[in-house]
C-alpha cells in the first residue's frame, strides 16, 4: 500500500514560518530592550538611515512645494536676514563665523554660509524658495530643525526662505548685517573661527 503523501505539509510550513516570525519579534524586542540601538547623537548611523528618511521627506516636499508670494528685494532680504539672526544663526551660523553648537547635533546642523559641493553652492542657495520654505515651516522629523509654523508669520518665513535661496547673491549691506557677531547669549561657548 502506498503512503499517503502531503498530509501535514502544510501545517508544518505554517508552524515553522509562525516560529520564525515569533523569533524575530523576541529578538528584535530584546535588541530594542538592551539599549543595543544607536540613539546618541555620538553613535554611528543606522545603514541606510539618510536615504530611509531623504526618500519620503523629498516626494512630500515635491508634492506639497509651494511659490513664493512675492518677488525678490532687499526690503526681503533684510527682513529675511532679521528673521535668520534670530531664529537660525545659533544652530546654522553666520557669514565667516561656523557655530560649533550645530557640530553636536544629529544630524550636524549645515552652516549655511559655507559654499559645499563640486560647484560650490552657498548653504541652500541652490534649493527653491518654496523647498525652504517647507522645511521651516514644518520642521524635519529625526533632526533638531524645528518647525516655525507657530512661532513665525507666513510673511517671515518666505522671507527667510526667500534669502537663504538667494545666499550667494545678496546685497554687500544685507551681508554686513548678518555676519556682525551673535548677540551676548552665544558669543564665546559655540563659535568656532
Known amino acids: 500500500m502506498a503512503k499517503k503523501s502531503g498530509s501535514g505539509g502544510f501545517g508544518k510550513i505554517f508552524l515553522g514560518f509562525i516560529l520564525g516570525v515569533a523569533a524575530?519579534?523576541?529578538?528584535?524586542?530584546?535588541?530594542?530592550?538592551?539599549?543595543?540601538?544607536?540613539?546618541s547623537v555620538a553613535d554611528a548611523p543606522l545603514p541606510y538611515e539618510k536615504q530611509i528618511v531623504r526618500l519620503p521627506m523629498n516626494a512630500r516636499i515635491d508634492r506639497e512645494v509651494r511659490t513664493p508670494p512675492f518677488g525678490i528685494s532687499e526690503d526681503v532680504f533684510e527682513s529675511g536676514a532679521h528673521v535668520y539672526r534670530a531664529e537660525c544663526a545659533s544652530c546654522h551660523g553666520v557669514p565667516g563665523h561656523d557655530v560649533l553648537y550645530g557640530r553636536y547635533m544629529y544630524p550636524r546642523a549645515p552652516q549655511l554660509w559655507k559654499a559645499h559641493g563640486k560647484s560650490g553652492v552657498v548653504g541652500v542657495s541652490d534649493d527653491t524658495a518654496g523647498e525652504t520654505y517647507w522645511k521651516v515651516t514644518n520642521g524635519i522629523r529625526l533632526t533638531?530643525?524645528?518647525?516655525?509654523?507657530?512661532?513665525?508669520?507666513?510673511?517671515?518665513?518666505?522671507?527667510?526662505?526667500?534669502?537663504?535661496?538667494?545666499s550667494n547673491q545678496?546685497?554687500?549691506e544685507v551681508m554686513q548685517a548678518l555676519s556682525?557677531?551673535?548677540a551676548e547669549r552665544y558669543a564665546g561657548w559655540n563659535t568656532a573661527e
Open 170 to 172: 545678496l546685497p554687500p
Open 24 to 39: 524575530v519579534a523576541v529578538g528584535l524586542v530584546l535588541y530594542l530592550r538592551f539599549g543595543a540601538l544607536p540613539v
Open 144 to 166: 533638531g530643525m524645528p518647525a516655525f509654523e507657530k512661532t513665525l508669520s507666513d510673511t517671515q518665513r518666505w522671507q527667510l526662505s526667500v534669502m537663504l535661496a538667494h
Open 180 to 182: 556682525a557677531p551673535l
